[in-house]
C-alpha cells in the first residue's frame, strides 16, 4: 500500500521505455504530498502507454489521508475488490 517509484529503481522510466505487460496496477495515495505527484505521474505514463483507468490499473486519491498502517488497513479493501472482479462483477450486475 506504500508503493515507492523511483526510490533506487525508477518504475516511471521503465514503465516507458519497456514493452507493456500484461498487469493491472492499483496506485494510491493521500493528498496533499504522501507520493500524490510521482503516483499521478505514473497513472499518466499508464494512459500514454495503453493501460486503461478502471479496467487495466485503477488510480485513487485520499485527501488529507495518513501514510500509515491504519489508514492503508481502512482501505485495503479496495485494491481486493480491483483485483478479484468484485467491482467489475457489481458494474455488471442488474439492480431490481
Aim: proline share 4%; net charge negative; glycine share 6%.
Amino acid at each position: 500500500m506504500s508503493s515507492t517509484f523511483s526510490y533506487k529503481d525508477d518504475l516511471i522510466e521503465r514503465l516507458l521505455s519497456e514493452p507493456t505487460r500484461d498487469a493491472r496496477f492499483y496506485l494510491d495515495s493521500g493528498w496533499p504530498n504522501n507520493n500524490y505527484e510521482v503516483i499521478t505521474e505514473t497513472a499518466l505514463v499508464l494512459v500514454s502507454r495503453g493501460w486503461r483507468h478502471g479496467c487495466d490499473f485503477i488510480n485513487l486519491v485520499f485527501p488529507h489521508a495518513a501514510h500509515d498502517e491504519k489508514a492503508w488497513g481502512m482501505r485495503l479493501h479496495q485494491p481486493v475488490q480491483f483485483f478479484t472482479g468484485a467491482v467489475a462483477r457489481a458494474s455488471r450486475a442488474t439492480i431490481t
